[in-house]
């Protein structure tokens, strides 16, 4: 796997992200990894990753909610617990649009290599059953990916509502405060159970093309 090593610090060092891409992908051919096990692999990759952002931003609710709930005690350090929860949602949050971003790319590729080598057929069953394979790991792969684009978009709108109360908390720490952001608790509920719906039907979609290709 040494190959695969050098070609992923070569990229660091390309400029023109096509090119990246080519090499990587090329390396790990010369060592016998196609780009459908790297397709796979990346979905179910994606697949944790979606699940850690899901963790990481029931945790900040966790915390949110004992900013609500706060009856004394040290308020600073329960909005600090917060701050800090909420950062580390949205830093999740932006890894699982990398892993997305990189199952799309190596779909791509996959399918424009696919394509161009169905003219290298001779026997045209062959061809005609190889571009029907094509055809159906394309609708396939499209529909883990919209899963996994509306399980994204879901953060954000979730987040943004957390990080606007984080943000008014900072600027007004008292109880006041905390009575004033308490009616926001049902609204940012609900953006949760919307993204855990999201997140539930972008894993069974995951779950459903490992199963199906990740033989």
């Known amino acids: 796997m040494s190959l695969v090593r050098i070609a992923i610090s070569a990229c660091l060092l390309v400029l023109t992200l096509g090119a990246c891409q080519s090499a990587y992908y090329g390396a790990l051919e010369t060592v016998g990894i196609e780009k459908r096990e790297v397709l796979v692999d990346r979905v179910a990759t994606a697949r944790k990753a979606q699940a850690q952002a899901q963790e990481a931003y029931v945790d900040a609710l966790d915390a949110f909610r004992a900013v609500v709930a706060f009856d004394g005690g040290d308020l600073e350090r329960t909005y600090n617990r917060l701050r800090g929860k909420a950062e580390g949602a949205r830093e999740q949050a932006s890894a699982l649009g990398g892993r997305i971003d990189a199952v799309e790319s190596v779909a791509n590729a996959l399918f424009k290599e696919w394509e161009a080598e169905l003219a290298q057929y001779r026997d045209a069953s062959l061809r005609a059953r190889s ?12 529909q883990v990916l919209a899963a996994m684009r509306r399980a994204q978009a879901s953060f954000e709108p ?43 039907a972008a894993v069974a979609e995951a779950d459903r093309f490992l199963a199906e290709f990740g033989k």
Do not use: C, M, W, Y
């Open 158 to 200: 979730a987040l943004a509502r957390l990080e606007d109360q984080v943000l008014f908390l900072k600027h007004n720490l008292n109880a006041s405060a905390i009575g004033s952001i308490r009616d926001e608790l049902p609204r940012v509920q609900a953006d949760a159970d919307r993204l855990k719906r999201d997140i539930e």
């Open 131 to 142: 571009r029907e394979q094509l055809a159906q790991t394309k609708a396939r792969s499209a």
